[in-house]
Every structure is written in structure tokens, then in C-alpha cells.
């Protein structure tokens, strides 16, 4: 059994990958509607001064809060990669393994023959 123990392990990183994903998808989207929110409270916050879209969004750009939601960003495309090149690298040795076996059974004599 000790032979197919990667295949526990793909299956671990793709778990891995699949929940990585889903945080970097769900911060993307969260992104754009915190930078509403947060351009909203603005205009809330001081009518005069948050008139413009443009000014209302540098507001927003600017919040501690948006900061911190791309900073988690971050943090889940970096996730995210390490998972993916973690599989690549799976992958990559699967198919040297597949290669090996390959070569091995080409190297077996044939039906007693030995050229």
C-alpha cells in the first residue's frame, strides 16, 4: 500500500487547492463590494467634502479595512499558487514514475525472446 500513499497525498492537496481557490474567489468578489460600502460611508460620513465618485473611492482605496481585505488577498493567492505548483510537482512525478515503469517493461524480454 505504501506505493499508492501519493495518491492520498494528491488527493489531501487537491482539497487544499479546491478551499485555497474559494478563499482567493470569495476576497475577490468581497473586495469589490467592501470598496462600496466603504464609498458609501464616505458620502455618510461628510457629504461636502465625499461629493465625486473619485473622491468617494480614494476614501474607500485609502480605509484600513480595504487594505486588510487586500492584504488577505494576498495571502489567498499565495495559498492558492503554493497548492497548485505543490500538484504540478505531483504531477511532474506521476509522469517520471509512469516513464520509469514504461522503460522497465520495454527492457523485459518478450515470450522468452532476447534480441
Not at 487594505?67 to 494576498?74: C, K, S, T
Amino acid at each position: 500500500m505504501e506505493q499508492y500513499e501519493w495518491l492520498a497525498d494528491i488527493e489531501r492537496l487537491v482539497e487544499a487547492f479546491s478551499n485555497a481557490k474559494a478563499q482567493r474567489t470569495y476576497l475577490e468578489h468581497f473586495r469589490q463590494s467592501k470598496l462600496a460600502l466603504l464609498a458609501a460611508e464616505a458620502e455618510i460620513k461628510n457629504p461636502e467634502r465625499y461629493k465625486s465618485a473619485a473622491s468617494r473611492e480614494e476614501y474607500a482605496r485609502r480605509h484600513d479595512e480595504y487594505i486588510a481585505v487586500l492584504e488577505g488577498l494576498r495571502e489567498a493567492v499565495a495559498a492558492e499558487e503554493k497548492c497548485r505548483w505543490n500538484l504540478k510537482q505531483r504531477e511532474w512525478k506521476f509522469e517520471a514514475w509512469r516513464s520509469e515503469l514504461s522503460w522497465q517493461k520495454a527492457q523485459q524480454p518478450r515470450n522468452g525472446y532476447i534480441p
